[in-house]
C-alpha cells in the first residue's frame, strides 16, 4: 500500500447536529498516536452549533478538511458521500458522538499492513451514557460464536477504499443500518476482522432512530434494518430494490430489544412502548421475552437494571478470555 505523499489513512465522519459530543469525537482523532492521515469531515445540513465547532477545529489543524450538504442526506447517502470524498487508500470511519482510543488507527492500521486478504477491520468497544460515564463493559463473548450484526460499532471500521468502492459503497437510501449492509457485502470480498481491545468508545442515547423503533415496533425504521440484514440485497433484479424482511416478527422483536437496550444503557426508561409493540406481535420467541423482560423490569429503576446487565457482562467476557486465550484478533463471518 504504497501512499507517496498522500495520506496512509482518511478518516471519514458524517455529522449531523453533533454540537454536544463533537469536541470529544473530533479530539480522539486529532490525538491519535498514528498521525499520517487526513480528516474528511462532511457537515449533514446541521442546524445546530455544529459548523461553528467545525471550522473552529479546522482553523487549527490542517489535516481536516471539510464539506456541507445544504440538504439532509441521511446515514446511508451522507456516509456514502463523505467517503467518496477521501483520497488515501484506506478509509476509517468515525462516528460524531463516539471517542477512539489513541491506538485505534494504528492498530487497526496494521492489520490491514500485515494482511493483504483482510479488506475490513473493526474493534469491540465500550459504551458510554451522555456524561461520558463507562456503562456498558466490553463482551468478548460475541467473538465466539457466527452472529447476524457485526461485533463492531460503525464507528470502528476501517476499510481498504478500492474494494470499498467496487461494491458500489453505501446504499444511499438507507436512512439505518447502513452500515450492516456494507459490512455484510464488504465481507463477500475478504477477509473481516475484529480486534479484541475495545479500542472504541460508544456512545448510548436514545436517538430517533431508537426512540421510533420503541414507539412503532412494526415501522419504516424496522423495515430499512431488516434491508440491511438481507443476506443477499445484490441478488435482487436489475431496477429493482431488495425486498425487505421486515416482515419477519423476529426481525422485529431482535430491533426492538436492541432499541430497548439501548435506552437503559442511556440511563433512560423505554417506558410502555416496547411492551405494546410485543403485546401486537405476541411473546413467543427468545427476542421477544428478553425485550419484555427488560421492558418491564426498567419501569422501575433503569439503574438497577444496568448495573446487573453491565455485571453479566463482565462475568461472561471474562470467560471469553478464557476460551479466547491470546488471540488478538478474530475474524467475523456473518450467519
Not at 94 to 100: L, R
Request: some cysteine.
Amino acid at each position: 500500500m504504497d501512499t507517496g505523499t498522500s495520506p496512509s489513512i482518511s478518516v471519514v465522519m458524517p455529522v449531523h447536529n453533533g454540537g454536544p459530543h463533537l469536541d470529544a469525537a473530533i479530539g480522539s482523532i486529532v490525538g491519535q498516536t498514528w498521525q499520517d492521515f487526513e480528516f474528511v469531515i462532511l457537515d449533514d445540513a446541521s442546524t445546530d452549533d455544529t459548523p461553528a465547532i467545525l471550522e473552529r477545529w479546522a482553523a487549527r489543524d490542517a489535516r481536516i478538511r471539510l464539506a456541507r450538504s445544504p440538504l439532509r442526506q441521511g446515514w446511508g447517502g451522507s456516509s456514502d458521500r463523505v467517503a467518496r470524498l477521501a483520497t488515501a487508500p484506506v478509509c476509517a470511519r468515525m462516528d460524531a458522538d463516539d471517542v477512539a482510543h489513541p491506538e485505534r488507527l494504528a492498530r487497526e492500521w496494521a492489520v490491514l499492513r500485515d494482511h493483504s486478504d483482510v479488506v475490513l477491520v473493526g474493534t469491540l468497544s465500550e459504551g458510554i451514557d451522555r456524561a461520558g460515564r463507562r456503562v456498558r463493559p466490553r463482551d468478548r463473548w460475541v467473538l465466539l460464536r457466527r452472529t447476524t450484526l457485526p461485533p463492531f460499532p460503525h464507528g470502528t471500521i476501517m476499510f481498504r477504499r478500492a474494494e470499498f468502492l467496487e461494491i458500489g459503497g453505501y446504499r444511499r437510501d438507507i436512512e439505518v443500518g447502513e452500515d450492516l449492509d456494507l459490512c455484510r457485502r464488504m465481507s463477500r470480498r475478504g477477509r473481516v476482522v475484529v480486534l479484541v481491545d475495545a479500542l472504541y468508545q460508544y456512545r448510548f442515547h436514545a436517538g430517533s432512530a431508537t426512540r421510533e423503533l420503541l414507539e412503532n415496533g412494526a415501522g419504516r425504521v424496522l423495515d430499512q434494518i431488516a434491508t440491511a440484514l438481507d443476506r443477499s440485497p445484490e441478488r435482487a433484479p436489475k431496477g429493482r430494490r431488495a425486498r425487505p424482511a421486515g416482515a419477519s416478527g423476529r426481525a422485529r422483536t431482535r430491533a426492538l430489544y436492541y432499541a430497548t437496550a439501548c435506552t437503559v444503557w442511556a440511563g433512560d426508561r423505554p417506558g410502555v412502548a416496547p411492551l405494546r409493540s410485543l403485546a401486537r406481535t405476541g411473546f413467543l420467541t427468545p427476542d421477544a421475552l428478553k425485550t419484555g423482560l427488560l421492558a418491564g423490569s426498567a419501569l422501575g429503576s433503569p439503574a438497577a437494571v444496568r448495573a446487573a446487565m453491565g455485571f453479566t457482562l463482565l462475568v461472561r467476557d471474562r470467560v471469553a478470555g478464557w476460551l479466547l486465550g491470546s488471540r488478538a484478533t478474530v475474524d467475523w463471518r456473518p450467519r
